[in-house]
């Protein structure tokens, strides 16, 4: 549930077909750098004055432009704290709670990634024949401040006890079905993992033609001292139909900050960008 193709589409656990889908074509942001390339510059090289320069080529050989001086803060040192934290309840907020949380990442170039992700309630619906809660989420994925790619997805479960159903996302392998699951546990630790479930990801909402399967498992992760990351990380494997979809099978994961008990205060996402795997914090 993050952007799929590298950044997949999202629910409150997410995946490789929960994140962004992998931002598509370095091209993509190649062209987006390039519109913000100082006057007189050109994507071909050379620099110029203003708020942008040239940085070099990325892994496809597209060139890229980007600030002179990017900000990110380096991510502070993890500490595994000796709190139990609430699981299932951490799940729960996560699904049925508002929030909205921007995350950073930057490349080798120097170019700045900022990835705004956000979830808040929906309507009462139906999952195939289901009574399901929902959750619309969105992610927006920005280069040095241009937007580069936008996602809205629709997450069903069921609040009580909770269960992940599924999400719909409109772009090829956007319908994930969970088909399996295992009871998560109430409290855990630091270092603990768990399976959460397996599920399919359809090519559309037809769900007629697999793009893949996946397995999905949730895992305490250390933060700080009061804190934990609730990570949902997803596993996948293609089919032929998931290749023609360019879906990514690098393993992406959503971390939720959340204290022990289960308030979510932050996210921690890893995904692919233009083939490479980035950390946003």
Same mark, same amino acid.
């Given at each position: 549930?993050?952007?799929?193709?590298?950044?997949?589409?999202?629910?409150?656990?997410?995946?490789?077909?929960?994140?962004?889908?992998?931002?598509?074509?370095?091209?993509?942001?190649?062209?987006?750098?390039?519109?913000?390339?100082?006057?007189?510059?050109?994507?071909?090289?050379?620099?110029?004055?203003?708020?942008?320069?040239?940085?070099?080529?990325?892994?496809?050989?597209?060139?890229?432009?980007?600030?002179?001086?990017?900000?990110?803060?380096?991510?502070?040192?993890?500490?595994?704290?000796?709190?139990?934290?609430?699981?299932?309840?951490?799940?729960?907020?996560?699904?049925?709670?508002?929030?909205?949380?921007?995350?950073?990442?930057?490349?080798?170039?120097?170019?700045?990634?900022?990835?705004?992700?956000?979830?808040?309630?929906?309507?009462?619906?139906?999952?195939?024949?289901?009574?399901?809660?929902?959750?619309?989420?969105?992610?927006?994925?920005?280069? %040095?401040?241009? !937007?580069?790619?936008?996602? &809205? =997805?629709?997450?069903?479960? @069921?609040?009580?006890?909770?269960?992940? /159903? #599924?999400?719909?996302?409109?772009?090829?392998?956007?319908?994930?079905?969970?088909?399996?699951?295992?009871?998560?546990?109430?409290?855990?630790?630091?270092?603990?993992?768990?399976?959460?479930?397996?599920?399919?990801?359809?090519?559309?909402?037809?769900?007629?033609?697999?793009?893949?399967?996946?397995?999905?498992?949730?895992?305490?992760?250390?933060?700080?001292?009061?804190?934990?990351?609730?990570?949902?990380?997803?596993?996948?494997?293609?089919?032929?139909?998931?290749? %023609?979809?360019? !879906?990514?099978?690098?393993? &992406? =994961?959503?971390?939720?900050? @959340?204290?022990?008990?289960?308030?979510? /205060? #932050?996210?921690?996402?890893?995904?692919?960008?233009?083939?490479?795997?980035?950390?946003?914090?």
């Amino acid at each position: 549930r993050t952007l799929a193709n590298g950044l997949s589409a999202n629910r409150p656990r997410f995946s490789a077909s929960r994140t962004l889908a992998s931002i598509g074509s370095a091209a993509i942001v190649a062209a987006s750098a390039n519109s913000r390339a100082p006057t007189g510059s050109s994507a071909v090289g050379g620099c110029g004055g203003g708020g942008g320069s040239f940085c070099g080529y990325d892994a496809f050989g597209n060139p890229l432009y980007c600030q002179a001086n990017p900000t990110l803060l380096p991510m502070p040192t993890p500490v595994a704290s000796t709190s139990s934290f609430a699981i299932t309840q951490g799940l729960i907020n996560m699904a049925t709670h508002s929030y909205a949380f921007n995350v950073s990442s930057a490349d080798s170039y120097g170019n700045l990634y900022t990835l705004t992700y956000s979830s808040s309630p929906g309507q009462i619906s139906t999952f195939g024949t289901t009574p399901a809660s929902t959750a619309n989420i969105s992610q927006i994925l920005y280069v %040095n401040s241009g !937007l580069i790619q936008s996602v &809205s =997805s629709t997450n069903y479960f @069921i609040p009580s006890p909770y269960q992940f /159903l #599924g999400s719909q996302t409109v772009r090829p392998g956007g319908s994930e079905v969970a088909n399996t699951w295992a009871v998560p546990p109430i409290m855990g630790i630091v270092g603990q993992s768990f399976p959460s479930f397996t599920g399919t990801l359809y090519h559309d909402s037809t769900n007629t033609v697999i793009d893949a399967t996946l397995t999905e498992t949730i895992g305490l992760s250390p933060d700080t001292a009061t804190t934990a990351l609730l990570c949902l990380t997803d596993t996948v494997q293609l089919t032929q139909a998931g290749i %023609n979809d360019n !879906l990514s099978v690098a393993p &992406s =994961s959503n971390c939720f900050r @959340i204290d022990p008990n289960g308030n979510v /205060l #932050g996210m921690q996402i890893t995904t692919q960008v233009n083939g490479l795997t980035m950390l946003f914090y």
